[in-house]
């Protein structure tokens, strides 16, 4: 496969990752590495230590020459995509955009980034040249602005070429974002992000009741179906915020529903056919040679159907682990990154962490006030909680959609307060706090932020027991991923 890099920002040097060896008579090894030759292609310039410069964007041909102690010589041409690489980053869920926010710091491409969740990231923190679309707190209309100016970049730059990075249950924008624009499957690729509970949960909990292959083959049919339509450009602009199927399509047997999408991949129809939606197709979308799955644990999507395995095993789902990923920064990436997720380690230092000893984060899926418990069984639980970790300073992280305010919450204040538990800033997202603090101890309400933490500081659920827990949790408790968690819940 020829190698693919940015005209601006990467650097490509000849010799890296090149050596040749020779093999005579008596079975002796000689590394003839150092007299490689190489004849460089026109309007390329070399320095001596075999960097290369180009002066345009291009398919780029080079040919290596060797040759042993006989002189039988050797030739291999090595072949450079030379291309303007833009980054497209479209994220709603918090792990999503941080899955994306660790890529955006280890590269200098051009970008556009539409970000649903406003204060996610911190958007002043974005460099302006690089950065030439921006949108915060997004919508259709902003997406739609972002998906014109794609279309733009691409029809003016034959060699422009889109990494894009969207949410594993948008994985119908690569339809309506490139496809739809005309641009072909060579020039780009696409990775969709898990935000957890849609992959683990409801996109895979599907194969796991009766019919399964049949669920599966409806969605690809789906999938495929939508997929031809992008390419012909079979779709209706209503304000360049709906597309709109220009005739029905046959979702299984008997089903020819009318249907609207969105520019986003998500869409209404007149049947109750939702788990047939493009938001359902992630799994099929990345058995395409251009699109990634990011999951942390792509080993447990697994299924005992012998046929429908055969599908999985087509699956592209490179093990992308958050943690293990943010460990791999450097320094300086690992500063960027943390200066856009707004998390000031100083800071948090003094104010959170500033006691020497063990901590332990009690994390919040949601507030408890109008769930599963009331106040005063919530209580009871955490009493238990600092009965059993006597030794650790504990600290409440808020779920960013649930933080409870003093004034309308004051006896938690007041709690908290007695029994000298700092509440952490509820919109910094936790997973971030466990990367930064990787020998902290967490537990809480069951959630997606659990596949996104140092596994082993995991020490218990605020659950009923291990029969309440999401699909995914369930797999990795069984795993012994958590070792044996307690469980709190009320008396």
């Known amino acids: 496969m020829p190698a693919r890099i940015d005209l601006t920002t990467d650097k490509f040097n000849i010799y890296e990752g090149v050596s040749v060896s020779d093999l005579d008579d008596d079975g002796n090894t000689f590394d003839l590495t150092a007299s490689i030759k190489v004849v460089l292609p026109s309007d390329v310039t070399k320095s001596e230590n075999g960097d290369v410069a180009f002066k345009k964007a291009g398919d780029y041909t080079f040919t290596y020459y060797v040759a042993d102690s006989h002189g039988n010589a050797t030739a291999v041409n090595r072949k450079i995509e030379v291309r303007n690489i833009y980054n497209l980053y479209w994220a709603g869920a918090t792990l999503p955009v941080l899955y994306q926010t660790l890529d955006m710091v280890t590269n200098d491409y051009k970008s556009l980034i539409w970000v649903e969740r406003a204060g996610t990231i911190d958007f002043d923190k974005l460099d302006e040249d690089r950065f030439i679309f921006k949108a915060d707190g997004a919508g259709n209309a902003e997406l739609a602005q972002a998906q014109a100016e794609v279309g733009k970049i691409a029809s003016s730059d034959p060699y422009s070429y889109f990494r894009?990075?969207?949410?594993?249950?948008?994985?119908?924008?690569e339809l309506f974002t490139l496809q739809a624009n005309g641009i072909t499957l060579d020039r780009y690729e696409v990775k969709l992000t898990s935000d957890g509970s849609l992959t683990y949960g409801t996109i895979f909990s599907t194969f796991k009741s009766g019919n399964a292959l049949q669920k599966w083959n409806t969605r690809k049919e789906l999938y495929e179906k939508m997929t031809d339509k992008a390419v012909r450009g079979d779709f209706v602009s209503n304000d360049g915020v709906i597309y709109e199927i220009s005739a029905p399509i046959k979702f299984g047997e008997g089903d020819t529903p009318s249907a609207a999408y969105y520019s986003d991949g998500k869409w209404k129809m007149t049947s109750d056919l939702w788990n047939s939606s493009l938001e359902q197709c992630a799994l099929v979308a990345a058995q395409r040679d251009n699109v990634e799955l990011w999951c942390a644990y792509p080993e447990t999507l697994t299924t005992s159907d012998a046929a429908l395995q055969v599908e999985f095993d087509k699956i592209n789902?490179?093990?992308?682990?958050p943690v293990a990923m943010y460990k791999a920064l450097t320094d300086e990436q690992r500063e960027s990154f943390l200066q856009l997720v707004k998390f000031n380690k100083a800071d948090f230092d003094e104010t959170y962490f500033a006691e020497e000893g063990d901590y332990l984060i009690i994390t919040g899926t949601s507030y408890v006030r109008g769930g599963s418990l009331t106040d005063e069984q919530f209580f009871d639980i955490i009493d238990r909680i600092i009965s059993d970790n006597?030794?650790?300073?504990?600290?409440?992280k808020p779920h960013p959609a649930h933080i409870p305010s003093e004034i309308n919450y004051p006896e938690i204040y007041a709690y908290f307060a007695e029994k000298n538990i700092k509440i952490l800033p509820g919109r910094l997202p936790m997973e971030v706090i466990s990367w930064v603090y990787s020998d902290v101890a967490i537990g809480g309400f069951d959630s997606s932020l659990f596949m996104a933490v140092p596994q082993n500081n995991v020490k218990f659920f605020i659950s009923p027991g291990a029969s309440s827990l999401t699909a995914l949790s369930k797999i990795l408790l069984a795993d012994g991923v958590w070792g044996e968690p307690e469980f709190y819940w009320k008396a």
């Not at 894009?164 to 924008?173: L, N």
């Not at 006597?390 to 409440?396: Q, S, T, Y």
């Open 317 to 321: 789902m490179p093990k992308m682990d």
């Open 390 to 396: 006597p030794d650790r300073k504990l600290l409440f």
């Open 164 to 173: 894009v990075f969207t949410v594993d249950a948008r994985c119908g924008q």
